[in-house]
């Protein structure tokens, strides 16, 4: 099997329910920011602690269903969705996080170390994935927790980030305005 096809040459794509669509739609934009995303997340990887390298793989693995949940306009109870329990998962590792980290007093800069700075990399994507699917929901059905999951997905990268900074040894710094 070959990776390419060329059925994309004239700018259309198929959903998951084989309907085609133009590689602008809402739909297929939204999707291809959550795996840009993704690929951000993977880049992150191994940061050198375990912990977190165990959540990002679970947020990579959660990240695909998102797309999955989102190429597909009419899902089936079977097909592959984001439920209230990837929410709360998201939930109980910034809660754990937060424990370990100073309480936040004012906004931070992003950066530090490498896993930190691109791991605030990837929260600054997954807000505009968030936006993307909050237009195509404006238009179209979704699963409303798809929206849920990206926005705490956002909190939970740059919570993570403050951690691995912190383990790592980065002070945060504050913007002067």
Do not use: C
Not at 84 to 89: K, L, R, Y
Not at 105 to 114: C, E, M
């Amino acid at each position: 099997m070959t990776i390419y096809t060329g059925r994309g040459d004239a700018g259309a794509t198929d959903l998951r329910d084989m309907s085609r669509v133009s590689k602008t739609n809402p739909r297929i934009e939204a999707y291809g920011t959550v795996d840009e995303v993704n690929a951000l997340v993977g880049t992150v990887r191994p940061t050198g602690y375990d912990d977190v390298d165990e959540q990002l793989t679970g947020i990579q693995n959660r990240l695909h269903v998102v797309q999955a949940d989102l190429a597909n306009p009419s899902p089936d109870e079977d097909d592959p969705q984001i439920r209230e329990e990837h929410v709360d998962e998201l939930e109980d590792w910034i809660d754990e996080a937060d424990e370990e980290l100073d309480p936040l007093q004012s906004f931070i800069l992003p950066g530090g170390s490498g896993a930190g700075a691109k791991l605030h990399h990837a929260r600054a994507v997954s807000r505009r994935a968030e936006r993307r699917v909050v237009a195509l929901a404006a238009e179209e059905s979704i699963n409303e927790l798809t929206v849920a999951y990206l926005n705490r997905l956002s909190d939970a990268l740059f919570t993570l980030a403050r951690l691995v900074n912190k383990r790592d040894g980065q002070r945060e710094d504050t913007p002067t305005y």
